[in-house]
């Protein structure tokens, strides 16, 4: 993984941030993110979308980590932390991680490695309200034991 990069950028990142960039498109029944082969910045594309559609429904955007993320515990992501909590996709271990453009400069990769790679596809930043495992992990407050007991409880 190496040392982390002055600047890290977040996988999850805004839309309207100036340095935005798409990462990937979301697609298919679960919603996992095809990923571009080369960055495109988000300004070009976000006004591209039909009127109403919320760009992250769509798309995904990363942008740089910021010091005043709801999700910083200190210097660390807990948003990946929280990711990293759910149990990877079945038959991701031992395959190879997906293609990306950003990994270089990933908060993610630099934190968690090749656990944050196999769950990042299936990661929204668009929180739909039918999906309580999906609110969890997306709310800055759950902690990853809290996580991790709910999927427990949810197992039996």
Request: charged letters at 20%; aromatic letters at 4%.
């Amino acid at each position: 993984m190496g040392a982390e990069p002055p600047v890290a950028w977040c996988p999850s990142g805004a839309p309207d941030r100036a340095e935005s960039v798409v990462l990937g498109v979301r697609s298919g029944p679960e919603g996992q993110v095809s990923y571009l082969a080369e960055p495109v910045p988000a300004a070009q594309v976000v006004d591209a979308l039909p009127e109403g559609v919320p760009p992250t429904r769509v798309l995904r955007f990363a942008s740089h980590c910021v010091s005043d993320c709801g999700n910083r515990v200190g210097t660390s992501c807990g948003l990946v932390d929280r990711v990293t909590a759910v149990p990877p996709p079945s038959g991701a271990e031992g395959r190879p991680v997906p293609r990306c453009h950003l990994r270089a400069q990933c908060k993610w990769w630099h934190q968690s490695g090749v656990a944050a790679c196999h769950r990042c596809p299936a990661v929204s930043t668009a929180t739909l309200d039918d999906d309580p495992l999906a609110k969890l992990v997306a709310d800055p407050s759950t902690t990853r034991e809290q996580l991790e007991t709910w999927i427990a409880s949810q197992a039996r």
